[in-house]
């Protein structure tokens, strides 16, 4: 069975950094695009950040652009989110996201806390 476990989240001030990992298990980490979503209070739930499978090619939402780096390590089947210059906005449930495959629906973490407030 698929497993992907978040973890690293957590109360900063704004203008603090956070490093969110997911520990994933149960396919080919190493052949797949990984992603990370968000999901604010009252709000609808928003991508932040994929990567590719080999590490190249990333994409990040406008909103956090320039803040936030998402990197992976297929050797340990890890995916982070490195989050700098943190803003009250940016406090949200935050995701790790895969579809194994093409026939399998996709599968989520239970998610980690990251609140921003002063």
């Known amino acids: 069975q698929v497993r992907l476990v978040e973890s690293g989240g957590g109360l900063v001030q704004p203008g603090g950094s956070l490093r969110l990992s997911c520990a994933a298990s149960?396919?080919?980490?190493?052949?797949?695009?990984m992603r990370w979503y968000r999901q604010a209070p009252g709000k609808e739930r928003e991508l932040v950040a994929s990567?590719?499978?080999?590490?190249?090619?990333?994409t990040l939402a406008d909103s956090v652009k320039g803040r936030f780096t998402i990197s992976r390590d297929n050797a340990q089947n890890t995916v982070y989110l490195q989050m700098d210059s943190l803003k009250p906005e940016d406090t949200a449930m935050y995701y790790c996201?895969?579809?194994?495959?093409?026939?399998?629906?996709?599968?989520w973490g239970k998610g980690t806390l990251v609140t921003v407030s002063s």
């Open positions: 149960g396919f080919t980490f190493s052949s797949s695009l």
């Open positions: 996201s895969v579809r194994p495959t093409a026939t399998l629906s996709r599968s």
């Open positions: 990567i590719a499978s080999g590490g190249g090619t990333i």
